[in-house]
């Protein structure tokens, strides 16, 4: 069994999915009102569009024919030198939170958190796709 080739156009086709379901997520929470279910569910979500938007970025330099990256911090600050993201602090401040709220540290990080996905990080998420999708639109 083969494993089906990933490329820049498929990771960001599955990143916009994952952005487009954690948007209906955060709908969800502002009709509904917030629990702590939906909390939860909506940081998996923020995490899973978080790492498909690293991956896009290492497919994307891949395809330029660069060398892998170390790691996402690594790609978001080559990202944000390439213009691929606009706020390169917010993108690093993304991927502190991610590390913070890991269930490994001490504290309750899901109230600050999902504040921060619903105050700042999806509309830097929102302002990649844009960004990515003209990149993409010049290079064919």
Not at 77 to 93: K, R
Not at 122 to 140: I, P, S, Y
Request: hydrophobic share 35%.
């Amino acid at each position: 069994m083969t494993k089906p080739e990933i490329n820049c156009e498929k990771c960001f086709g599955d990143f916009k999915e994952s952005l487009a379901e954690l948007k209906d997520l955060i709908q969800e929470g502002k009709s509904r009102g917030m629990n702590d279910k939906l909390k939860a569910k909506m940081v998996r979500s923020f995490e899973l569009t978080h790492d498909l938007a690293i991956n896009t970025i290492g497919e994307y330099f891949k395809k330029q024919g660069r060398p892998p990256f170390s790691g996402s911090r690594d790609a978001t600050v080559e990202a944000f030198n390439e213009d691929l993201i606009d706020n390169g602090q917010g993108w690093l401040d993304m991927i502190i939170f991610r590390i913070k709220y890991n269930p490994l540290y001490p504290g309750d990080y899901l109230e600050a958190l999902t504040e921060s996905i619903l105050v700042k990080f999806v509309h830097l998420l929102e302002n990649f796709e844009a960004h990515m999708e003209r990149k993409l639109e010049e290079d064919l």
